[in-house]
């Protein structure tokens, strides 16, 4: 990879790390910044490892699991 794309991964990791943090990234703006990053297939490589290397936090914070 050129170093723009090295570049351009690494700012979508901090972005994807944001969205973690409401102080950073509102909570109603995360599906936004995950809509595009899946416009791009390096977006859809870094959400997915994203995704994968947090789920824990994700569903914690995210999923809500309704019990009977």
Known sequence: TTLFH?????YHFRFA?????????RMQDVRNLFR???STALGRSVALQ???TNW???N???I???EL
């Open 60 to 62: 914690e914070r995210y």
């Open 17 to 25: 790390r944001w969205s973690l943090d409401s102080s950073k990234i």
């Open 64 to 66: 809500f699991v309704i």
């Open 6 to 10: 090295v570049k351009v991964k690494l």
């Open 56 to 58: 824990r936090e994700i």
């Open 36 to 38: 595009y990053f899946a």
């Open 50 to 52: 994203f995704l994968l």
